[in-house]
């Protein structure tokens, strides 16, 4: 007899049809679905964390999310994040201009009013912990096209040796030969022109001095623009005046308008939460680099200035004491936001790293530099030379060693070439020269490196072509082992970060990253990028190890409220306590970061030698200014395990061995 199934068999059949047609329909979003869950089942199991960390977005309350592109730790423990206009020339026109304070402690959040565009500013630590901020904005770039008005520089000329004209803006100046107007931009001051004596006949030669300033057609149109140089005439002038001051300007037209920078400078002063103003640089800077000395002074280098040119090698110091700058007296020319890592007893260590403007052939290679001498000695073996614009540099830990490395880079401007490579260079070599270490996770520009409590360096992000064009961000992270040359897979990260993007240790020894600035969304480039604020925490495998971390307290804080830390002298010593003194293998001097622009130029880990005491530790801090520069630290012990503690803060105080070098009151 032939099979019949029965009424339920069949009805059991076509409902398993019908499930498996819908999963046909549905398989690759099920398959997504369920990769997506094993996924996130495999990357919070404890075993994974313990070998790779973990991340994890920071829940930022809508009204204090902005678009974070400076971030710098302060000694409260707290972190400022600014945006300025954050590259939106929309809040740039309606000078909309933002800082928030994290506290990683509460998560708690604070808007922080912010007195000018500090966007592309450069900054640093202050012995006194208030965090230098100089330079930023007056003006976004015009592409050609946008350029409503023809301008361009004006060179003002004053050839009176005894008087000063400063020149107010919305000055006017018309060309004696072509006759058209032009109306200058910012106040400028040209200062006294200089007399100097013939040494054969005795007469008093006198030369001009000159300011520069931008200026625009006072009309809009294409008659308005120039081509050849002219002589101009300065509206307003009385009297001899007239003579003796006037304006030379070469083509003054429509083509591109590049950034332009200020001069404003502040400190921000991390217990009163405000902005402080103080002396404004003399040159106006557009992605200027900060590099703290060992006295506690300031250098700042390169920048575009008031006209969107590149600060031709004029170099300016910031004392803190006096709240004055000061120029070096020789120049040296550097591309934009230059790599300069105080050493030491070496000088300023320029690794190479950039981040944009300057021209191709000029200052971009890396070596060593005397502020005093002005001398540059250029060290050779760098491999992919052409690709160090965007790439990462930090001294290895712990910083005593002298060792640097240069991770990542890409080509000069908008080149699609990045790199992969490693560079290491040993600075107590006589005679130190590049070699190459492990390969980076892929080519990347804009990659983010973080020197961390154990010894080790994560390095995160990046993209592997300009402003992660072509889609093409890279979601991947590695913690680099110095003492065996290695690199080793890290969690992988929770959304691409490229340019504007940064990376910073927390207190506690977790990491932060924060921005990234796509210029398209999508791989074909046809869909405009979006600003990413999410702010993401990433947890490295020591605080994931079984048995804790191990405990610092300082007990010289007791009663003492209100403050964060002792003060403690180079070559002088400190106990802590620990309940866990035995188990402490290494202690560490951590300089709180201040990132910008795939630049961190502070960071650095400092060794320290140590006894155990019944108590705790003792600790003693290395006599060398330069290794050890004055403001505050993190003091973090490390358990034999290679676990973090918690770190508190220690002061240390400006050196009386510490020098600096000459300056001059006057413009090189």
Not at 18 to 28: E, Q
Not at 169 to 197: C, H, I, M, W, Y
Not at 475 to 499: C, F, H, Q, W
Not at 523 to 546: A, C, M, S, V, W
Request: proline share 7%; aromatic share 8%.
């Amino acid at each position: 007899m032939k099979y019949r199934p029965s009424r339920r068999t069949r009805r059991t059949a076509i409902a398993a049809a019908v499930v498996l047609a819908i999963a046909g329909f549905n398989g690759p979003a099920l398959y997504g679905i369920a990769s997506e869950q094993y996924h996130d089942y495999t990357i919070n199991k404890p075993g994974y964390k313990a070998e790779r960390g973990h991340w994890k977005t920071l829940d930022v309350p809508r009204k204090y999310r902005i678009n974070t592109i400076h971030a710098a730790l302060l000694h409260t423990g707290k972190v400022l994040l600014v945006a300025g206009s954050g590259n939106d020339a929309k809040q740039f026109k309606a000078k909309t201009f933002r800082s928030v304070l994290w506290d990683p402690a509460k998560n708690t959040f604070k808007n922080i009013p912010t007195p000018k565009d500090l966007f592309c500013s450069g900054h640093t630590q202050l012995p006194d912990g208030r965090l230098l901020v100089a330079g930023g904005t007056r003006r976004y770039e015009k592409l050609d096209g946008d350029v409503k008005k023809a301008g361009g520089l004006m060179i003002v000329h004053n050839e009176n040796p005894d008087r000063a004209k400063t020149l107010e803006a919305g000055t006017l100046f018309t060309g004696r030969e072509n006759g058209k107007t032009f109306e200058s931009q910012d106040n400028v001051l040209v200062p006294r022109a200089k007399k100097r004596p013939d040494p054969v006949t005795g007469r008093v030669e006198v030369t001009p001095s000159v300011a520069r300033v931008y200026v625009e057609a006072a009309k809009r149109g294409k008659r308005r623009q120039t081509g050849t140089e002219d002589n101009y005439r300065v509206h307003g002038l009385r009297g001899i005046e007239k003579k003796n001051v006037y304006g030379i300007a070469q083509k003054l037209s429509f083509d591109k308008k590049d950034f332009q920078g200020i001069k404003d400078t502040f400190e921000f002063d991390p217990v009163a939460e405000r902005y402080i103003t103080v002396d404004p640089m003399h040159e106006a800077r557009w992605y200027p680099s900060l590099t703290t000395l060992e006295d506690g002074k300031v250098l700042s280098v390169s920048g575009l200035d008031e006209i969107g040119q590149v600060v031709p090698g004029k170099n300016e110091i910031y004392d803190p004491a006096t709240g004055k700058w000061r120029f070096l007296p020789r120049k040296r020319f550097f591309p934009t936001y230059p790599a300069l890592h105080l050493t030491s007893g070496n000088g300023i260590f320029y690794s190479g790293a950039n981040a944009g403007y300057g021209p191709d052939g000029k200052g971009r290679a890396p070596g060593l530099w005397n502020l005093e001498t002005n001398g540059f000695r250029k060290i050779p073996g760098m491999s992919d030379p052409d690709a160090l614009e965007t790439a990462m540099s930090l001294p290895l830990p712990p910083t005593q060693r002298g060792t640097y490395m240069v991770l990542g880079g890409g080509g000069v401007g908008e080149s699609k070439k990045a790199t992969a490579k490693t560079r290491l260079v040993d600075l107590k070599d006589p005679d130190p020269r590049f070699r190459d270490g492990p390969d980076l996770y892929a080519e990347a520009r804009y990659p983010s490196s973080v020197i961390l409590p154990d010894d080790t360096v994560l390095t995160t992000n990046g993209s592997g072509d300009y402003r992660g064009r072509g889609d093409s961000n890279v979601l991947k992270a590695e913690i680099y082992d110095p003492g065996s040359n290695t690199m080793k897979a890290a969690a992988d990260p929770l959304v691409g970060r490229n340019y504007h993007s940064g990376a910073l240790l927390l207190p506690d020894g977790r990491v932060m990253t924060f921005g990234s600035d796509s210029l398209y969304s999508d791989e074909t480039n046809t869909k405009p990028g979006r600003f990413e604020q999410q702010i993401d925490i990433y947890t490295p495998p020591y605080l994931h190890r079984k048995g804790g971390r191990p405990e610092l307290t300082d007990p010289g804080q007791a009663g003492r409220a209100g403050q964060r830390g002792r003060t403690v002298r180079l070559g002088g010593s400190a106990t802590y306590g620990s309940k866990d003194a035995g188990t402490i293998k290494r202690m560490r001097l951590i300089r709180p970061s201040s990132f910008t622009h795939v630049s961190n130029l502070e960071q650095s880990s400092v060794a320290l030698d140590f006894k155990k005491t019944a108590e705790g530790v003792r600790v003693t801090l290395p006599n060398d200014p330069s290794l050890v520069p004055p403001g505050w630290w993190m003091l973090t012990a490390v358990d034999d395990k290679g676990v973090p503690s918690k770190s508190v803060w220690l002061k240390v105080p400006r050196s009386a061995s510490a020098t600096s070098p000459t300056t001059t009151r006057i413009s090189p």
